[in-house]
Antibody
Framework: EVQLVESGGGVVQTGGSLRLYCTGSGFNFGNSAMSWVRQAPGKGLEWVSSISGGGSTTIYADSVQGRFAISRDNSQNTLFLQMSSLRAEDTAFYYC???????????????WGQGTLVTVSS | DIQMTQSPSTLSASVGDRVTITCRASQNIGSLLAWYQQKPGKAPKLLLYKASTLGDGVPSRFSGSGSGTEFTLTITSLQPDDFAMYYCQKYNRYSTFGQGTKVDI
């Protein structure tokens, strides 16, 4: 059974930094591209960033480009999201999601974690 | 950027009803469209991909159609478990979600 478990969320001040983690199990982690998707409380889904299975290719939404960095450690089955220069509008539940292939082009999100809440407060 | 627009935003229905949700893309996306179901406090669940292919374990009362810029999600004979939020997503390279449709009683 595929499992994705996020952690690292919490309360951070405006302008601060935070690192999120997503640990995967039940599948070949290195053969799956991964993504972060966020959802502000009571709002819709917003794709944030994706990374290929090997980690060599990354893409970002315009809203986080230059502030967030996605990475992965396949030896530890872990996906990361380093967030900096945080703003109030970054407050959201952050989900990690798995693509069924090693690339993220042309594939939907097969599996999702349960999310971790990031609150950016002044 | 390609925009995804869902309609309606809210849909009131009863158990046993047939319901249809529409998703429109601002540009041609071929068939690279997925539908997700999300219940309160839960992560989204993949229902359909490639516009009309059912996800693993998804009941056959869910179906999808369309290509290019206009797509539909149909639920035949709505069940109590189907009252939820539904999102479309285009996934060519960058993902974009529709704003969601709430199906309630």
């Amino acid at each position: 059974e595929v499992q994705l478990v996020e952690s690292g969320g919490g309360v951070v001040q405006t302008g601060g930094s935070l690192r999120l983690y997503c640990t995967g199990s039940g599948f070949n982690f290195g053969n799956s591209a991964m993504s972060w998707v966020r959802q502000a409380p009571g709002k819709g889904l917003e794709w944030v960033s994706s990374i290929s299975g090997g980690g060599s290719t990354t893409i970002y939404a315009d809203s986080v480009q230059g502030r967030f960095a996605i990475s992965r450690d396949n030896s530890q089955n872990t996906l990361f999201l380093q967030m900096s220069s945080l703003r109030a509008e970054d407050t959201a539940f952050y989900y990690c999601a798995r693509y069924r292939g090693i690339t993220f082009y042309g594939l939907p999100f097969d599996d999702w974690g349960q999310g971790t809440l990031v609150t950016v407060s002044s | 950027d390609i925009q995804m627009t869902q309609s309606p935003s809210t849909l009131s229905a009863s158990v046993g009803d047939r319901v249809t949700i529409t998703c429109r893309a601002s540009q041609n996306i071929g068939s690279l469209l997925a539908w997700y179901q999300q219940k309160p406090g839960k992560a989204p669940k993949l229902l359909l991909y490639k516009a009309s292919t059912l996800g693993d374990g998804v009941p056959s009362r869910f179906s999808g159609s369309g290509s290019g810029t206009e797509f539909t999600l149909t639920i035949t004979s709505l069940q109590p478990d189907d009252f939820a939020m539904y999102y479309c997503q285009k996934y060519n390279r960058y993902s974009t979600f529709g704003q969601g449709t709430k199906v309630d009683i």
